[in-house]
């Protein structure tokens, strides 16, 4: 039956998938399971296998063919440091605009791809290991030595649950013991320098080996699983500190890695669902260390809240509090429009309270990112978000007048009417408020609100018509306005701009006349009580978006906080920045 088929087909057999389906007709009697044979007959019938098959026999026959060795077998991660390179280059010549085009092509990546896996001759099946026959009561076992130094071994042990025996628990990826590649997750502890450890702690264990100099024995039953560590290429932006001295629930404090929010960790190892193993992104030599994973991070803060909700529920139900937030209308680097006149008024832009703010809902632990390569000629919006009257307004016009043609910011639209001496489409957007609340509803707003009775907002297209001029659109939005303006459509930079403290606050504004922004009808400096909103706004402002900021600029000096502005703006323009990875795709 087989021949009939294939001399049907005409298609030229490979002689081993011939032979397979002769001796599977042969076994055909002798087999029981009927449903599986069918199933092998056709698949090795198949035409695809087949040809997969001749293209495996090809690749391997020419893989033996000494002179067309590959020049190298890691192209693509050549490409990537390429694409590294010529990102902030682009501007050089057309020629280094164009490779840097080619090299982000899927389709190159792909044949790149195919070309190291034959390089690298990865394409032989990887059959699993067979078992090996052994005498149930013949156990291997394992000796390795280890040279003592002043680095920690990198591996944490425990006591097996089920058998009271010690265990390798994990091995540190990049740690001595994971180098040696001798010891491995599950490995049976019996003896370290010739102590048993049998019904010994792991406290004890671990005395042994540090009180012990030179070369460290261990004799060793290897696991049953043979699963090896590989690094996964998982890169996090963490949402949060974390210092292992401080948290008790580790389990081996020495072997935690401390970080800060915003701080770039590639995930080395996910096997353990409660302590992942990472490494600081620049610090690509250092062994991993434990970190907290996602799981358990979430739990953690999601017990933190609900135990300040607890102690909470006693006082709030005695005191209530109204809060308010100054907000300056969207996209305004035009004269504030703030009706803020001291911490006793209500001085709300767009009527938000602060209850509004996402922040509360989320649970910020880590988010995925990957490098995200600047595209010449179309770049990414730079958002301003601040305290209001930090000087967010000052350093836009500084930027816009450096270079009009390149820096702009987009006209808001507003409900109110026009004032004496507006200009439509200068300062607004004037429209009806029926014609804008039905643009909000088809989400024609990128970022809207509404103040004293009438709406404001940005609209995606005057966003989209700045970047598809090639040129660098700026926003100041009010900082809830992050969210909505945070997807993988803009790819916002976002740039936190920070108070200084109080007195050099308070210096740098009265020494340069800095009028007040909260005060639209007189035009005075800033009092104390305003001076200690805008900190309080800013580290408000911090707490609730810092993990969003991917860079922060202290206005202290005006002139020093604006060369940063144009520093990072640039960078913004041509360099590869990590960004959410949902956006790289
Ligand atoms: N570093 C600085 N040193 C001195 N004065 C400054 C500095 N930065 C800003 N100013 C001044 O402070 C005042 C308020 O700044 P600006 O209007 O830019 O604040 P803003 O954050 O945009 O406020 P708002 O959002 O409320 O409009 C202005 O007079 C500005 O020139």
């Not at 098959?53 to 192209?75: C, T, W």
């Not at 996402?358 to 990957?370: G, L, N, S």
């Not at 800013?538 to 502005?565: K, M, P, S, V």
Request: glycine share 6%; hydrophobic share 35%.
């Amino acid at each position: 039956m087989t021949s009939i088929i294939m001399a049907s087909e005409s298609i030229e057999f490979d002689p081993v998938l011939s032979k397979l389906l002769t001796s599977l007709n042969e076994a055909d009697n002798k087999l029981s399971g009927e449903q599986e044979l069918q199933f092998l007959q056709t698949l090795l019938q198949s035409k695809e296998i087949n040809a997969l098959v001749n293209v495996h026999h090809k690749v391997a026959k020419l893989g033996r063919d000494e002179r067309i060795a590959p020049i190298l077998s890691a192209s693509m991660q050549v490409a990537l440091e390429v694409l590294e390179l010529l990102a902030p280059r682009c501007h050089i010549s057309p020629l280094c605009r164009e490779l840097f085009h080619l090299l982000q092509k899927p389709h190159l990546q792909s044949l790149m791809c195919a070309h190291d896996a034959v390089a690298q001759k990865d394409f032989s099946p990887h059959l699993p290991e067979l078992p090996v026959e052994m005498d149930e009561d013949e156990e291997t076992i394992k000796i390795v030595q280890l040279v003592k130094s002043n680095e920690p071994l990198g591996a944490t042990i425990k006591t097996d649950e089920d058998t009271g025996k010690i265990v390798i628990a994990r091995i540190l990826v990049g740690g001595a013991a994971d180098r040696s590649g001798l010891i491995h997750v599950g490995d049976e502890v019996i003896e370290v320098n010739n102590v048993n450890v049998e019904g010994k702690t792991p406290s004890e264990v671990l005395a042994i080996l540090q009180n012990s100099d030179g070369v460290i024995t261990f004799k060793l039953v290897p696991s049953d699983s043979k699963y090896g560590q590989r690094e996964s290429k998982v890169r996090v932006k963490a949402f949060f500190d974390y210092n292992p001295e401080n948290d008790p629930y580790i389990p081996c404090k020495e072997a935690g890695l401390c970080f800060q929010k915003g701080d770039i960790l590639h995930i080395v190892s996910q096997d353990d669902g409660f302590w992942w193993q990472a490494r600081k992104e620049v610090d690509k030599t250092t062994r991993a260390g434990l970190i907290p994973s996602r799981a358990l991070q979430e739990r953690r803060i999601i017990h933190e809240r609900t135990q300040m909700a607890r102690e909470m529920s006693g006082s709030e139900s005695k005191s209530s509090c109204t809060s308010s937030i100054c907000m300056t209308p969207p996209g305004s680097p035009y004269p504030s429009n703030s009706s803020c006149r001291g911490p006793k008024t209500k001085k709300i832009m767009y009527d938000l309270a602060e209850n509004d703010d996402f922040d509360r809902e989320m649970i910020a632990t880590y988010e995925e990112v990957a490098k995200l390569y600047p595209r010449p000629g179309i770049y990414r919006p730079i958002v301003l978000i601040g305290a209001p009257g930090v000087g967010r307004n000052e350093l836009i016009k500084r930027l816009i007048a450096r270079d009009p043609e390149k820096y702009r910011c987009p006209v808001p639209y507003t409900t109110r009417p026009m004032k004496s001496g507006e200009v439509p489409g200068r300062e607004y957007l004037f429209v009806s408020r029926e014609k804008m609340e039905a643009d909000i509803q088809t989400s024609l707003f990128i970022e809207h609100g509404e103040f004293k009775g009438h709406l404001y907002g940005t609209s995606a297209d005057s966003v989209k018509t700045i970047i598809n001029a090639g040129a660098v659109c700026i926003m100041n939005p009010h900082y809830q306005a992050i969210k909505a303006l945070r997807t993988p459509q803009l790819k916002p930079y976002i740039i936190h701009v920070k108070p200084p403290l109080f007195d050099e606050l308070k210096m740098t504004r009265y020494s340069a006349k800095a009028i007040s922004s909260f005060d639209e009808t007189s035009s005075r400096g800033f009092t104390d009580d305003e001076f200690h909103e805008v900190l309080r706004s800013g580290e408000r402002i911090e707490f609730l978006y810092g993990h969003f900021f991917d860079e922060t600029i202290i206005n202290e000096d005006l002139e020093t906080a604006f060369e940063q502005l144009v520093e990072t703006v640039t960078r913004a323009e041509n360099e590869s920045l990590w960004a959410p990875a949902s956006w790289v795709q």
